[in-house]
Antibody, heavy 122, light 110 residues
Framework: EVQLVESGGGVVRPGGSLRLSCAASGFSLDDYGMSWVRQAPGKGLEWVSSINWNGGNIGYADSVKGRFTISRDKAKNSLYLQMNSLRAEDTALYHC???????????????WGQGTTVIVSS | QSALTQPASMSGSPGQSITISCTGTSSDVGGYSYVSWYQQYSGKAPKLMIYDVSNRPSGVSNRFSGSKSGNTASLTISGLQAEDEADYYCSSYTSSTTVIFGGGTKLTVL
């Protein structure tokens, strides 16, 4: 079964750091572009970051550029999001998602994890 | 970058067809064939309904279809059913190597 499972969320003070993980099963992460998408409580979807299938093309939302870093580990078949200098407005449910078509960027995402919650509060 | 523009809410009766619009610019919707549509039930992860403007993933009902004209993309749901009541989001790739979502449309089936 194709599945994504996120972990690493929690409560952190403003200015702190967290590292989110996304474990993939049922497919090879190396074959697909991957994305992180977040949703603040009661709000809409917000794209955070994406990485190309071969890691050669990475994009970030302006709201997180310079603070967040997306990466992947082939051996662990996992995707990561390193989040530094966290702000209250980063509070959200963070989903990882798989690109709908193998061998390219994650223009559309067809497999989503259930998400991990990040709360930034003093 | 501002979000793509979607109507905040729409409603329709069972059996009817409805079309949700998603308006962007020539730097996103109008410039690329990478528009996607997602359905989201409250408390659940989004589900991909349409990708690359008009392609349906395996398992998605053919009552859902997508199209694009200029800077506006559209999702049409035909033969509306009670189970279609959900939030719908569009998204598009942009010229800045980013992805942008619409604000979401709450669909009510009367």
């Amino acid at each position: 079964e194709v599945q994504l499972v996120e972990s690493g969320g929690g409560v952190v003070r403003p200015g702190g750091s967290l590292r989110l993980s996304c474990a993939a099963s049922g497919f090879s992460l190396d074959d697909y572009g991957m994305s992180w998408v977040r949703q603040a409580p009661g709000k809409g979807l917000e794209w955070v970051s994406s990485i190309n299938w071969n890691g050669g093309n990475i994009g970030y939302a302006d709201s997180v550029k310079g603070r967040f870093t997306i990466s992947r580990d082939k051996a662990k078949n996992s995707l990561y999001l390193q989040m530094n200098s966290l702000r209250a407005e980063d509070t959200a449910l963070y989903h990882c998602a798989r690109g709908a078509v193998a061998g390219r960027w994650a223009y559309g995402t067809d497999v989503w994890g259930q998400g991990t919650t990040v709360i930034v509060s003093s | 970058q501002s979000a793509l523009t979607q109507p905040a809410s729409m409603s329709g009766s069972p059996g009817q067809s409805i079309t949700i619009s998603c308006t962007g610019t020539s730097s996103d919707v109008g410039g690329y064939s990478y528009v996607s549509w997602y359905q989201q039930y409250s408390g659940k992860a989004p589900k991909l309904m349409i990708y690359d403007v008009s392609n349906r993933p395996s398992g998605v009902s053919n009552r859902f279809s997508g199209s694009k004209s200029g800077n506006t993309a559209s999702l049409t749901i035909s033969g509306l059913q009670a189970e279609d009541e959900a939030d719908y989001y569009c998204s598009s790739y942009t010229s800045s190597t980013t992805v942008i979502f619409g604000g979401g449309t709450k669909l009510t089936v009367l």
